[in-house]
């Protein structure tokens, strides 16, 4: 009898000790479904994060930030000589002169093929009417540097100042319109650029 007590014991730990295991992988699948439930959330988070600064950064510059025809800033970009007949003025994008403008401030007009070509290398050029008041023309002088090109403009322009990117144009009343720091800040070397990197310097024209 004391044998089959001790037989019975045995088959009951064993029992128990199958339970416990079993317990214990259903908590191990338990834990690794949370884990990857959490490395989810974390990533969609992320995503999430991204995509609402990406929107923010679309938001804040749409309406006030009109795009270039895609046709002309997206798919031409051949070097041509001679003038070009653009569809925005000034240019935003398209064919351009083999050598690119060298960024800076310039106080006689420039020629927008040349100004292209630094666009295609992520510049942002503010062109402004040669009539407005010499405190605002200080006032864009100071954003030049970098890869920004300030200059006036010969034709007419359809506001007193216009900031252009490659595909990107911003038409604004007053040199203290705050949306041309904001412009210049979006796209100088933005992800619009088709040449990112590429030097400003090294072209023509001698900026002051």
Not at 141 to 163: C, K, N, Q, T, W
Request: hydrophobic content about 35%; aromatic content about 4%; proline content about 6%.
């Amino acid at each position: 009898m004391a044998d089959e007590v001790d037989i019975t014991d045995m088959s009951k730990r064993a029992r128990q000790k199958a339970r416990r295991r079993e317990r214990l992988d259903q908590e191990r699948v338990e834990q690794r479904r949370r884990s990857r439930r959490s490395r989810v959330g974390k990533v969609s988070l992320a995503l999430i994060g991204g995509l609402a600064v990406t929107v923010l950064v679309i938001n804040s510059v749409r309406g006030v930030l009109p795009v270039a025809p895609p046709d002309v800033a997206a798919t031409e970009r051949n070097h041509v000589e001679g003038e070009v007949d653009y569809e925005t003025t000034p240019a935003a994008g398209g064919p351009h002169a083999s050598v690119w403008q060298n960024c800076g401030y310039y106080d006689e007009p420039i020629a927008d093929e040349n100004a292209v070509h630094s666009l295609e290398h992520g510049a942002v050029w503010i062109a402004y009417d040669p009539d407005l008041d010499a405190g605002q023309v200080s006032t864009l002088r100071d954003m030049a540097g970098g890869h920004v090109l300030v200059s006036p403009y010969e034709e007419s322009l359809e506001a007193p100042v216009i900031a252009s990117a490659w595909g990107k144009q911003l038409v604004v009343e007053s040199a203290d319109d705050p949306r041309i720091n904001e412009f210049v800040r979006a796209f100088e070397q933005g992800p619009q650029t088709p040449e990112r990197g590429a030097v400003c310097t090294r072209g023509i024209g001698e900026p002051e």
